[in-house]
């Protein structure tokens, strides 16, 4: 599994320790995230960690920053994105069991960063469920 990954300023530490943990358990990491606390412009992260999953070059993202919100907008407006921002373990097990969400927003500044890796284990161990949530995710593109 390949999963990309991009931060702000916000996410460094995060980041660091999502890293950390994905690669010890055999995951190839894409870093598309800053690595200083200087304030830097989460979108230019977010289009990064999106436009790896457009060209296959991912399976999964995971994108940080402050409220989780804005990096979760930027990443939604490419097509071949559904990201969900998650603050607790039971929403990421929803957000890919039900709307087969593939890449994982998390708020820096409202979770502690050991939450934040149980979310992302629990988002990249839950599988889609399918069924009829199946006809509900293929409703959600515009394009």
């Not at 991912?58 to 939604?76: F, K, L, P, W």
């Not at 097509?79 to 890919?96: P, S």
């Not at 979770?111 to 995710?137: D, L, P």
């Amino acid at each position: 599994m390949r999963i990309a990954i991009g931060n702000d300023h916000a996410g460094v530490d995060y980041k660091k320790a999502i890293v950390a943990f994905l690669e010890s358990r055999g995951i190839e990491v894409k870093n598309f995230g800053t690595d200083t606390a200087e304030s830097v412009d989460y979108p230019d992260f977010g289009h990064a960690v999106a436009q790896a999953l457009e060209r296959g070059e991912a399976e999964m993202g995971v994108v940080i920053c402050g409220s989780g919100n804005g990096i979760a907008m930027t990443v939604n407006k490419h097509a071949a994105v559904r990201c969900a921002l998650c603050w607790t373990k039971e929403i990421a097990e929803l957000a890919r069991a039900h709307n087969d969400a593939n890449v994982v927003s998390i708020p820096a500044r409202f979770t502690a960063i050991e939450q934040a890796v149980e979310i992302v284990r629990t988002f990249i161990e839950t599988s889609f469920e399918g069924g009829r949530h199946e006809r509900r995710v293929g409703k959600i593109s515009c394009v």
